[in-house]
């Protein structure tokens, strides 16, 4: 056989050879030759022959050209048709579909066609990362890591699932495809940029936009210093002297003048249940989460004290522990509220809430103020700056009722569970502007006609069935209407 190998740069540019690959012989006669192939010494045929055959048969062989498979299938009416199966650049294999209809040869062509596209330009392979979080480099993607984040986070199931929908509607179009190891800067101030220009439009409140920037720069802080090293994948948080979106003021829930709840508890068209739990919202100031899972077990009416140390998780309809670590807390009970808990007082295992439809509460507390006669403009306004009162505005009407009563703030940190005193501070600064003679006193005394009348029924029924002497009733009201003196 007779043919030219290429060789080293240093060699002659081609050398003529004389080979039989059958025939084992010995290169050390061919010292020149044997130098420009990058052979020494004593080298077999077999050598040889492995290395003409890599860098020189298949060098001079063309490049074959994949043209697909095709497959014939039977489709559920019981017709004939076809698919193809082709090859893509990482060297997986998928099915593609062959439109109805299609003779073999044209089946064939479609396959052979699609093939070729794949080849050139790779769509079905980027379509195939993307959807498995995969980067074009092979890495992980920013969205693909961060629900891997999102995972390890120490939270309520119902923050996880807002959380990972703000990061799919304001986060990953701008950053969810690009490698997380790959992330820089500048990808991070074109996000704030979005985000202003949605604040801009209308389209964003800047709050939601602080609270948008606030899951990025968490992750971002994990991205390099997370507990779990998996998540590590830069040497320094990306997010450090970037600038936060605006800042515009935030809208504020206005809180309930004392008068105006007088007017509320008094309202026999709002239904007993719901008073009573507006009662204990208002007089504790717990968050609705936290209410909603209070049991009597947590109310000790002797040392007249509320344990709070969980709330309810609307995601998963469990209790979780509190927002905060300061959630953890013992709120004092306010000596007006002790009679209503004591007339309630169940179970230590069942709910101190009635069963209401917390979903409703928000529409349905603007509803009841309107029936009591509360209608002061500003607890139905909505504007960009106010928000409409609603269920959470009763504890809004705790922390402003204390501070007006004077409580340190540093108490009013603790009762509300806040971790900074700049958290409770704004409550002092909503009722610093007020005073008693024009809004009424805080916590104001909770009379109502069915207690009384309750009472009144239970007295005559002690008058009728117990002797005057030997029985001890078990509340002050209920001793001076029994007493025989």
């Known amino acids: 056989m007779r043919c030219r190998l290429p060789v080293r740069p240093d060699a002659p540019s081609a050398t003529l050879l004389d080979l039989d690959p059958l025939r084992s012989v010995r290169c050390e006669g061919r010292a020149p030759l044997a130098q420009g192939l990058g052979l020494t010494g004593s080298a077999k045929v077999g050598h040889w022959r492995?290395?003409?055959?890599?860098?020189?048969?298949?060098?001079?062989?063309?490049?074959?050209?994949?043209?697909g498979t095709l497959e014939a299938v039977t489709t559920k009416t019981g017709t004939r048709g076809w698919r193809g199966r082709i090859r893509l650049g990482d060297g997986s294999r998928v099915r593609i579909p062959v439109p109805a209809g299609f003779s073999e040869a044209r089946a064939r062509a479609y396959v052979e066609a699609f093939q070729e596209r794949e080849d050139t330009e790779g769509l079905l392979l980027a379509k195939a990362r993307r959807e498995a979080g995969v980067a074009s480099d092979g890495g992980e993607t920013v969205d693909v890591w961060h629900a891997r984040f999102l995972a390890t986070v120490v939270c309520?199931?119902?923050?996880?699932?807002?959380?990972?929908?703000?990061?799919?509607r304001w986060v990953s179009p701008r950053l969810g495809a690009i490698p997380i190891a790959a992330l820089t800067r500048d990808a991070l101030e074109d996000l704030r940029d979005d985000l202003d220009r949605a604040i801009v439009e209308g389209?964003?409140?800047?709050?939601?936009a602080q609270n948008v920037w606030s899951s990025v720069t968490s992750a971002m802080k994990a991205a390099c210093a997370s507990k779990d090293r998996s998540l590590r994948v830069h040497p320094t948080p990306l997010h450090v002297g970037i600038l936060p979106p605006t800042r515009g003021a935030s809208a504020q829930r206005p809180w309930i003048f004392p008068r105006e709840w007088e007017r509320l508890w008094a309202c026999d068209a709002v239904p007993e249940d719901l008073r009573f739990l507006y009662a204990v919202a208002l007089f504790t100031g717990l968050r609705p989460g936290e209410l909603r899972a209070l049991t009597w077990a947590d109310v000790d009416l002797e040392t007249r004290r509320v344990s709070v140390s969980k709330a309810f998780d609307e995601a998963t309809g469990k209790a979780k522990p509190p927002k905060t670590r300061a959630g953890v807390r013992e709120v004092p009970i306010h000596e007006h509220l002790v009679p209503i808990l004591e007339a309630?007082?169940?179970h230590p295992g069942a709910s101190v809430a009635p069963p209401v439809v917390w979903v409703d509460l928000a529409e349905g507390f603007r509803a009841h103020l309107a029936r009591a006669g509360v209608t002061r403009p500003r607890l139905f306004a909505k504007?960009?700056?106010?928000?409409?009162?609603?269920?959470?505005?009763?504890?809004?009407?705790?922390?402003?009722?204390?501070?007006?009563?004077?409580?340190?703030?540093?108490?009013l940190r603790r009762r509300l569970g806040h971790e900074t005193i700049e958290q409770s501070d704004r409550y002092v600064k909503a009722a610093?502007?007020?005073?008693?003679?024009?809004?009424?006193?805080?916590?104001?005394?909770?009379?109502?006609?069915?207690?009384?009348?309750?009472?009144?029924?239970?007295?005559?029924?002690?008058?009728?069935?117990?002797?005057?002497?030997?029985?001890?009733?078990?509340?002050?009201?209920?001793?001076?209407?029994?007493?025989?003196?």
């Open 50 to 67: 492995g290395w003409f055959t890599s860098a020189s048969t298949n060098a001079m062989k063309p490049k074959s050209t994949r043209r």
């Open 344 to 346: 309630r007082m169940g």
């Open 432 to 485: 610093e502007s007020f005073d008693v003679e024009g809004v009424g006193a805080p916590f104001p005394l909770l009379v109502t006609h069915d207690l009384d009348q309750r009472e009144a029924k239970c007295s005559e029924s002690l008058a009728k069935m117990a002797p005057t002497v030997g029985l001890e009733p078990t509340t002050r009201r209920l001793t001076a209407a029994c007493s025989t003196n």
């Open 383 to 411: 504007t960009a700056t106010e928000e409409p009162c609603d269920f959470r505005s009763l504890r809004d009407s705790a922390a402003s009722w204390w501070a007006l009563e004077g409580v340190p703030l540093a108490t």
């Open 156 to 168: 309520g199931e119902s923050y996880r699932r807002i959380t990972a929908s703000t990061w799919a």
């Open 203 to 208: 389209r964003l409140a800047p709050k939601s």
